[in-house]
């Protein structure tokens, strides 16, 4: 079962809580006060906090900022109670790390819904670090066998990470971008060969559970959004849009290590974008992120007063 802390003064309210957390399905543990909630928390590992904010002692406020800035706690999802609407008050709370905030009195569905929330979003969280932690094993695996391999994953996944920002990808799957940009090309640590690297590749991850996602990456990172790429020819419409960053990124940065020059590179890009095989969108986007670093850099060169 998924561990909650209910952190309260109030132990009637406490007990309300906890009998309906216990009928919904969870494990629940109580503190009293904010230092033994964090030594709780510290304790259990809980999967959600509910933290109310008037507390003795170490306040909701200073406990939150004491769990997020904890290794061990910082990831677990915190739901502040408060009889406080301020908006100065919640723009405090979301300061030191809150995540939602739940009014007083509670309204019991919502929090049911708060909660249910907060465990999905820990448990998603717990499977991507672990996600990360494989990915990172390959890395270290790609650079010790090919230097280049590795730099030309690393500015891939770096570049799909600016445009995805700028194109709105949701949260969940720009992790999925980022690991597949990361891992397209992990068949090459066995054959360079474009016939052969994708085959290996896709047999190298087959036995990972993130296998479901992270395949259309190392599969289909040669295709073109005119059908004319390898191995299925796929066309636009059957591409989604991290599918379609990945391969446009993955161009681009082909002709940077080609041409060693950011314009004569996009210039390219844009040749081949009016043969179709590339995103319109996604190179405005490439010429976006270009302009941002261009402006950042020229903001480090202005000499000081």
């Given at each position: 079962m998924e561990k909650v802390l209910i952190v309260d003064d109030n132990e009637q309210n406490c007990e309300i809580i906890k009998d309906l957390l216990f009928t919904w399905g969870y494990d629940v543990y109580v503190a009293f006060e904010g230092l033994k909630g964090f030594n709780l928390a510290y304790e259990l590992k809980p999967d959600v906090i509910l933290l109310d904010v008037m507390l003795p002692g170490m306040n909701g406020f200073e406990t939150c900022k004491k769990l997020k800035k904890n290794p061990a706690t910082q990831n677990i999802p915190i739901i502040m109670l408060t009889v406080l609407n301020e908006v100065e008050d919640r723009i405090r709370g979301f300061n030191v790390g809150a995540d939602?905030?739940?009014?007083?009195?509670?309204?019991?569905?919502?929090?049911?819904?708060?909660?249910?929330?907060?465990?999905?979003?820990?448990?998603?969280?717990?499977?991507?670090?672990k996600i990360d932690n494989v990915a990172e094993s390959f890395l270290k695996i790609m650079k010790l066998k090919d230097e280049d391999l590795?730099?030309?994953?690393?500015?891939?996944?770096?570049?799909?990470?600016?445009?995805?920002?700028?194109?709105?990808?949701?949260?969940?799957?720009?992790?999925h971008l980022l690991i597949g940009a990361?891992?397209?090309?992990?068949?090459?640590?066995v054959s360079n060969a474009s016939s052969e690297h994708v085959e290996i590749g896709m047999d190298i991850i087959s036995s990972l559970s993130m296998c479901e996602w992270l395949n259309i990456f190392v599969r289909n990172h040669h295709e073109k959004m005119n059908g004319q790429g390898f191995p299925d020819k796929l066309m636009s419409h059957q591409m989604s849009l991290n599918l379609k960053i990945l391969i446009t990124i993955n161009r681009f940065v082909?002709?940077?290590?080609?041409?060693?020059?950011?314009?004569?590179?996009v210039k390219e890009l844009s040749n081949e974008c009016k043969k179709g095989y590339w995103s319109v969108e996604i190179l405005e986007a490439i010429k976006q992120v270009l302009k941002d670093e261009r402006f950042i850099k020229s903001i480090r060169h202005i000499p000081k007063e």
């Open positions: 939602v905030f739940l009014s007083k009195p509670i309204v019991y569905q919502e929090l049911k819904n708060r909660v249910a929330w907060a465990v999905k979003s820990k448990n998603i969280f717990n499977n991507m670090e590795y730099l030309h994953a690393y500015n891939v996944k770096n570049y799909c990470e600016k445009v995805g920002k700028i194109l709105f990808v949701t949260d969940e799957e720009m992790n990361y891992l397209h090309d992990i068949g090459k640590t082909e002709l940077l290590e080609q041409y060693g020059d950011k314009d004569t590179s």
